[in-house]
């Protein structure tokens, strides 16, 4: 018996074979892969998912795929680790970070593709493409190219240096789009359906987003089996966040965590949060946007699964919150200086959210709360280049040195390190 049941509609629970496919032809309901739990609740152990190698493929009956040679790079198992610094400044006593910046190509994308190239491969594709934001063309170029896929990657033009540079040395096709991810993406529907192509992020979809689960499960395992009380996640497309519940849910249904109430709370920006205004407005309905922020990576207008995570923030009591991109940029600064981790705008995103909740009094100073940092800020330099320490100056003259570490020396230091 395959672990793989079947794609499933999440609307009508139409079920489909697990092909390329991603909408169910009665409702035009996204699909979703429904696994064989019975059989998967017989292999899986803690003790199991403990003795393999520290990558998430140490999930491998949770993930959907049949091989047991997956397209990797060694993605997951990322570092967790409690607050040093910026708990204590924010007043929380069990804060957490799942630090995903240091995935193979530097972003959470790294799950989703290991998992949706591996699954193109079982299916016969020898093309992947992709719409992306720019994470997922880096990881996507990345582990196409080790796979030995032709790979086509579509971004909007004007993304950040690092993310085009970051996909374009895995030697794919980038494909520019003059517009805005709504634009690329809406393009990228009607290429899928003209040509061959494994794309990850549309016929490829139901398999891809469940590599998202991972961030749910490493999470649990991380911090002794159980869910924590409260996270705090970025969201674009909105598949991110609704997976992490579905990981913790697996989990607690094959009995390796204990029962969890986990609030699960969304982190947008404020010049890109339909999904926010929906959680806020307690609406069904997504209005879509066009997007103003240098939070790029998370500027999508029409998210895919927004009802569904705006869904999942309200059954489980979380909350959403947007903020500036001023606040992104000092959200940045504050995980840097607390913590010596250099996240990206969506991450920025994250911890102003997740000071901002905290402030509002939504997260109690003693709750289990982790904060999800999915992207590495060497790739959106562009965002705070100049509004950080700049290098000072001087001959390589010990009397140049003397002279600007006296004058130093008199300066008040213009920003304190931490609290
Ligand atoms: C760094 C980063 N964080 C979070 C997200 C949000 O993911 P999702 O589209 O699943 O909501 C993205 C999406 O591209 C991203 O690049
Ligand atoms: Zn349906």
């Known amino acids: 018996m395959n672990k793989i049941k079947a794609l499933k509609c999440k609307e009508c629970g139409q079920e489909y074979p697990p092909v390329a496919k991603h909408v ?4 035009f309901g996204p699909l979703e892969v429904a696994y064989n739990y019975d059989m998967i609740r017989q292999e899986i152990s803690r003790k199991v998912i403990e003795s393999r190698p ?4 140490r999930y491998w009956e949770l993930l959907p795929v049949e091989t047991r040679d997956p397209v990797t790079l060694g993605e997951g198992y990322t570092p967790f680790f409690k ?3 910026l708990g204590k400044y924010l007043g929380l006593k069990n804060l957490y970070f799942k630090n995903d910046t240091v995935n193979p190509t530097f972003s959470f994308k790294d799950r989703v ?11 016969g594709f020898d093309t992947v493409a992709c719409a992306s934001t720019g994470n997922l063309a880096g990881a996507v170029a990345a582990y196409g190219a080790v796979g030995g896929f032709r790979t086509f990657v579509f971004i909007p033009a004007d993304l950040e240096s ?3 540079v970051g996909a374009g040395v895995y030697g794919p096709n980038i494909v520019g789009i003059k517009g805005n991810y709504d634009d690329v993406n809406r393009l990228c529907a009607e290429v899928a359906d003209n040509y061959p192509w494994a794309f990850v992020n549309v016929n490829i979809r139901p398999y891809y987003a469940e590599g998202s689960k991972t961030l749910g499960f490493e999470v649990a395992e991380q911090l002794g089996w159980r ?5 705090v996640v970025p969201v674009a497309s909105g598949s991110l966040l609704t997976k992490i519940y579905k990981g913790f849910s697996e989990f607690r249904d094959l009995g390796l965590i204990p029962e969890f109430h986990t609030k699960i709370s969304a982190a947008q920006a404020e010049g890109c949060c339909p999904v926010v205004t929906a959680i806020k407005d307690k609406s069904d309905i997504i209005k879509p946007v066009i997007p103003r922020t240098i939070a790029k990576s998370i500027a999508i207008g029409n998210p895919a699964d927004g009802y569904y995570a705006a869904q999942t923030v309200a059954k489980t009591g979380g909350y959403g919150e947007t903020v500036t991109d001023a606040e992104i940029v000092e959200g940045i600064k504050l995980l840097a ?3 010596g981790v250099f996240a990206e705008t969506a991450g920025g995103t994250t911890v102003a959210v997740l000071k901002k909740l905290v402030e509002l009094g939504s997260i109690a100073k003693d709750e289990t709360v982790v904060a999800y940092i999915t992207g590495n800020g060497l790739k959106t330099q562009e965002a705070v280049a100049d509004k950080v320490s700049k290098p000072h100056l001087i001959e390589a003259k010990i009397k140049d040195f003397r002279e600007l570490y006296d004058r130093l020396s008199k300066e008040k230091s213009p920003e304190p390190v931490h609290a």
């Open 24 to 27: 169910c032809e009665f409702c």
């Open 54 to 57: 520290r990558t998430l493929w």
């Open 83 to 85: 607050s040093r610094n």
């Open 113 to 123: 593709v290991t998992v949706a190239l591996t699954r193109s491969r079982e299916l």
């Open 162 to 164: 690092g993310k085009v």
């Open 227 to 231: 869910a924590p009380d409260h996270v």
């Open 337 to 339: 200086r607390h913590e």
